[in-house]
């Protein structure tokens, strides 16, 4: 088994295949983090030091002992009231409202296969692809109960942890804070990286020396948020793209979180993952518990790109679940920016039409079709169809636009309600308010209370009776708002429940419907709405310039097969900027391929290059989704933009390049290419040209001479 316990020193070990972790139980009964990095065979308990340090407490069951102190030795799952003054994991009030809990070791347990959560997602794998540990803390007074648990992949290089907190006291305990893992290094000079952004610039990536004091990301707005992506690495100093060691944390959660990094007085490092502390006071009842989502961790000796590999493979086959994770999916043409709110029935069959003429898949009919909705001001929480604007029923509708031989489509937000709607007229107490306070409107709209059960059971009922009465292809499950006018401690955590109990329902219910998640783009891009919906819209700006630095940063720890990425029409609706089609399609592929335009308002020539990119996708995509993706340059630091993804064999490659800059009397341009093999040698596809596979590796393709601004260019090579 992949887990190893030393009854006779106390130590756990995980080993994975390039990887092990280890801690153990001291002569006091506290869980001590040893080591994790490189696979080793050795019991790393050598690193712990003992020593008087200063201001250092002492616990009181360590006697005269000032050598040992929580505030110095590495630690499993610190807490709160320890004499440990770094970061906490834990921090627990009892029902007089004092702050301590004093974890000690109680029992464990290891087992084969991979442990669940329920009402949570989770990493996922077959019985025989993963084992399990379980490790039980408890409390010195007895108020409460942790359970660590371990979740090790082996060939993946991955260990999960979460948490579970009891109450096994009389009186009621309250949460303050709770993470899910905890890393302690006892030495180290790291960079942290992270992923910051805004509403249509996601996921820009933010490389920094860590110094000592500490460093957090995090979200409060309900969400995981455009503005801070719950994944972060802790990289050496000197490690690359592809050489050095780099550390990640993976928060499988769709609300708030917190990450922090802290390096101590004595140059020790902390990394901590869990639910966000701000508005999270959460009260467990007697013999309640509480369950801390998923962080997923993962090693790298080979740099920022194998981490990434690891992260990506894992989402696509230990997290996405559904018939659509590996097979072809639809690509796509989405009414929004062609039409926006004005639209009818017959413009979307028109759309259908041009679809199948182009060889698109699938019409996705977006915003406008219920209530009164023809602006974004009423009719959200009201999801009956507006047959008059339709010109028929939803069926009507969607026989029509299947009769021209492609699939249908529809947009929902059945997490938001109007204050212009029947749902609210009828229950206002149904959208999150602070009772006696005017709510916070954002868009126009008001956030529902899925933290209460007949609030969801009523939308989910809704959502069912569309989705029993016609035949839907697809759904854009979107949310276009924070959270605000939060009333209770609870609310935050009870409501992304409450959207993965709607979630799992429907998808379990219609087990044939592919769900793309969405929130205003990009802002609940995380690994716990990928195990409901497989891919997201990365991001409501499609500007492909733009785009090219979302998807750079969204790919160090998501696979491209989770991506929503189309081609819209110039001027781009966000930036103004007008770019090839070409260059639009080659960084639409990048993703889960579609469009968001007017095929009416193009030429005959824009539409045999559509027909053709349709194509190009289609005869790739497994290659794009399913292949090793590499980047090969950064589009922050470097003239162009380019990855590329090898198929698992190495036969195949698809290479993907976009110009950022133009210059007169240009340099020439080289791409050195990764993840082929150096013996073999690769025909170009579109040139004839021979290369071989060393070659291409240490000297690179030639890029051709630019004749515009932002050309871009794709390279098929094939092992001869």
Same mark, same amino acid.
């Given at each position: 088994m992949a887990v190893i316990y030393d009854s006779e020193k106390n130590i756990f070990t995980l080993h994975t295949t390039n990887t092990t972790y280890q801690m153990k139980v001291d002569s006091?009964?506290?869980?001590?983090?040893?080591?994790?990095?490189?696979?080793?065979?050795?019991? $790393?308990?050598?690193?712990?030091?003992? $020593?008087?340090?200063?201001?250092?407490?002492?616990?009181?069951?360590?006697?005269?002992?000032?050598t040992y102190s929580l505030d110095v030795l590495p630690q499993e799952y610190p807490t709160l009231g320890t004499g440990d003054y770094r970061a906490h994991a834990l921090n627990i009030a009892d029902a007089e409202g004092v702050e301590c809990c004093n974890l000690t070791f109680r029992d464990y347990e290891i087992s084969k296969g991979k442990y669940t959560l329920p009402g949570l997602p989770a990493v996922w794998a077959a019985e025989d692809e993963a084992d399990t540990l379980k490790i039980t803390l408890r409390d010195e007074t007895g108020i409460v109960e942790v359970q660590l648990m371990y979740g090790v992949l082996e060939k993946e290089d991955v260990i999960t942890r979460a948490v579970i907190i009891k109450n096994t006291g009389r009186g009621?305990?309250?949460?303050?804070? +709770?993470?899910?893992? +905890?890393?302690? #290094?006892?030495?180290?000079?790291? =960079?942290?990286?992270?992923?910051?952004?805004?509403?249509? $610039?996601?996921?820009?990536?933010?490389?920094?020396?860590?110094?000592?004091?500490? #460093?957090?990301v995090g979200s409060c707005r309900g969400t995981s948020s455009h503005q801070y992506n719950?994944?972060?690495?802790?990289? =050496?100093?000197?490690?690359?793209?592809?050489?050095?060691?780099?550390?990640? $944390?993976?928060?499988?959660? /769709?609300?708030?979180?917190?990450?922090?990094?802290e390096k101590d007085q004595y140059n020790q490092t902390r990394f901590l993952m869990g639910l966000g502390t701000e508005q999270f006071d959460y009260s467990l009842a007697s013999g309640e518990e509480l369950i801390v989502p998923e962080a997923v961790l993962s090693y790298s000796a080979a740099g920022l790109s194998g981490l990434s590999?690891?992260?990506? /493979?894992?989402?696509?086959d230990h997290v996405c679940r559904?018939?659509?994770?590996?097979?072809?999916?639809?690509?796509?043409?989405?009414?929004?920016?062609?039409?926006? #709110?004005?639209?009818?029935?017959?413009?979307?069959?028109?759309?259908?039409?041009? +679809?199948?003429?182009?060889?698109?898949?699938?019409?996705?009919?977006?915003?406008?079709?219920?209530?009164?909705?023809?602006?974004?001001? /009423?009719?959200?929480?009201?999801?009956?169809?507006?047959?008059?604007?339709?010109?028929?029923?939803?069926?009507?509708?969607?026989?029509?636009?299947?009769?021209?031989?492609?699939?249908f489509g529809i947009w929902l937000e059945p997490e938001m309600v109007n204050e212009d709607s029947d749902l609210y007229r009828a229950h206002p107490d149904w959208a999150i308010q602070i009772p006696g306070r005017k709510p916070v409107r954002m868009r126009n709209q008001l956030v529902l209370d899925f933290s209460r059960?007949?609030?969801?059971? +009523?939308i989910y009922d809704q959502v069912c009776t569309i989705l029993d009465r016609c035949e839907i292809d697809y759904v854009k499950w979107d949310m276009n708002r924070s959270l605000s006018d939060v009333y209770a401690g609870n609310v935050t955590y009870d409501y992304v429940l409450g959207i993965y109990e709607i979630l799992e329902k429907i998808v379990i219910r219609y087990p044939n419907l592919l769900i793309e998640g969405c929130s205003g783009g990009g802002g609940r891009f995380d690994a716990g709405m990928m195990y409901y919906t497989p891919q997201i819209w990365c991001s409501d700006n499609t500007d492909a310039i733009n785009r090219v630095k979302i998807q750079y940063g969204t790919s160090f720890f998501y696979p491209i097969s989770v991506v929503g990425s189309h081609v819209t029409a110039v001027p781009n609706h966000q930036t103004g900027r007008s770019v090839s089609l070409i260059t639009r399609g080659v960084v639409a592929m990048a993703g889960t391929f579609g469009y968001e335009l007017n095929p009416a308002l193009m030429s005959e020539e824009e539409k045999n290059i559509v027909k053709q990119q349709v194509l190009t996708y289609k005869k790739y995509e497994s290659l794009i989704c399913e292949g090793t993706y590499y980047r090969l340059s950064s589009p922050f630091t470097e003239p162009f933009a380019a990855w590329m993804s090898v198929s698992r064999d190495k036969k195949q490659a698809l290479v993907s390049v976009v110009r950022l800059e133009a210059e007169g009397n240009a340099v020439s341009m080289y791409l050195k290419c990764k993840g082929l093999n150096p013996d073999a040698v690769y025909r170009e596809e579109n040139t004839g040209v021979l290369y071989d596979g060393a070659a291409l590796m240490a000297a690179g393709l030639v890029l051709p001479g630019a004749k515009s601004e932002y050309e871009a260019y794709q390279f098929v090579l094939k092992e001869m």
């Open positions: 006091y009964g506290y869980l001590l983090h040893l080591y994790y990095g490189p696979r080793t065979m050795g019991n $790393m308990e050598y690193l712990l030091v003992y $020593m008087n340090r200063s201001f250092s407490g002492n616990p009181n069951v360590a006697g005269k002992d000032v009621n305990v309250t949460l303050k804070k +709770a993470a899910a893992a +905890a890393l302690d #290094f006892v030495s180290g000079d790291f =960079d942290v990286i992270s992923f910051y952004g805004k509403h249509n $610039m996601e996921r820009m990536l933010q490389r920094q020396p860590l110094g000592h004091g500490t #460093f957090s719950p994944g972060v690495i802790l990289a =050496d100093r000197e490690a690359t793209e592809d050489a050095g060691s780099c550390y990640g $944390m993976l928060f499988l959660y /769709s609300g708030n979180f917190l990450c922090e990094v590999r690891q992260y990506q /493979s894992c989402i696509r559904g018939k659509y994770v590996h097979t072809s999916r639809p690509v796509l043409i989405n009414s929004w920016e062609a039409n926006h #709110f004005d639209f009818n029935g017959d413009t979307i069959v028109d759309l259908a039409k041009e +679809a199948a003429a182009l060889g698109i898949d699938m019409v996705v009919m977006d915003d406008g079709w219920f209530g009164r909705r023809n602006d974004d001001n /009423s009719s959200l929480g009201d999801w009956k169809v507006n047959e008059e604007k339709l010109g028929g029923t939803l069926k009507q509708l969607i026989d029509r636009v299947h009769a021209e031989g492609v699939k059960k007949e609030v969801r059971d +009523a």
